[in-house]
């Protein structure tokens, strides 16, 4: 089942911050984090496995919510190369390595 | 991470024809997987393409539309058959290594005339 990200779109100046989340009504496993610019592959921004932990990449950083099966991106001090389609993966429970991805948040920084 | 080099990068095909998209990679990887991803749209799994065996479709996919082979370790080819206007989309390969974080390929952006 597709989980639901939030918002859809965000628009931001640079410097600002801001939170993608994603949410699956099923027992995850991990949740997989991509960011893809126009016309490019989805690029891997990072992993969080099941056990609530939380990961840092730069400016960068997610949680995961085990009891809830939600994950949050938050994007901090935002730069004009943070802009793109943010894609949330989830993994269910079980570990099969198929994900399936929500429908995506275009996140779009301004100078 | 694993290169991985897709071919062609676009095409444009009449309708009732098949196209063959390769993907290899330049390391051997356990898992390879086929997207499919339509205009502004979010990326649906087509299917797992299994080393030395036959594919593990989703729902929706089957193995007469889309057949795919992987031979080895670094390689799988997705087929579009019989295509239809309805087909036009961007298809991508994607490998891991099991419990890694999947890759993708620069994708095969394909329009059907």
């Known amino acids: 089942q597709q989980p639901v990200q939030s918002p859809q779109a965000v628009i931001l100046r640079e410097g600002e911050d801001a939170v993608i989340n994603c949410s699956s009504s099923?027992?995850?496993?991990?949740v997989h984090w991509y960011r893809q610019k126009h016309g490019e592959a989805p690029v891997f921004l990072m992993i969080?496995?099941?056990?609530?932990e939380q990961k840092g990449h730069d400016k960068i950083s997610a949680s995961f919510n085990e009891k809830k099966q939600q994950s949050s991106l938050y994007l901090t001090a935002s730069q004009l190369s943070y802009s793109g389609t943010y894609f949330c993966?989830?993994?269910?429970?079980?570990?099969?390595?198929?994900?399936?991805f929500g429908k995506g948040t275009l996140l779009t920084v301004n100078p | 991470s694993a290169v991985i080099s897709q071919k062609p990068s676009r095409d444009i095909c009449q309708r009732g024809t098949s196209l063959t998209i390769q993907c290899q990679v330049d390391?051997?990887?356990?898992?390879m997987f086929w997207y499919r991803q339509q205009p502004g749209q979010s990326l649906t799994l087509i299917a797992t393409?299994?080393?030395?065996?036959?594919?593990?479709?989703e729902s929706g996919f089957v193995i007469d539309k889309f057949p795919i082979s992987r031979p080895n370790l670094t390689f799988s080819t997705l087929t579009v058959s019989n295509m239809s206007p309805e087909d036009s989309s961007i298809y991508l390969c994607s490998v891991s290594l099991g419990n890694q974080p999947q890759h993708f390929g620069d994708g095969t952006r394909l329009s059907i005339l």
């Open positions: 393409a299994n080393q030395g065996s036959e594919a593990t479709y």
């Open positions: 993966g989830t993994e269910p429970g079980g570990s099969n390595y198929k994900l399936t």
């Open positions: 099923k027992a995850l496993y991990s």
């Open positions: 390391s051997q990887v356990t898992m």
């Open positions: 969080l496995l099941k056990g609530g």
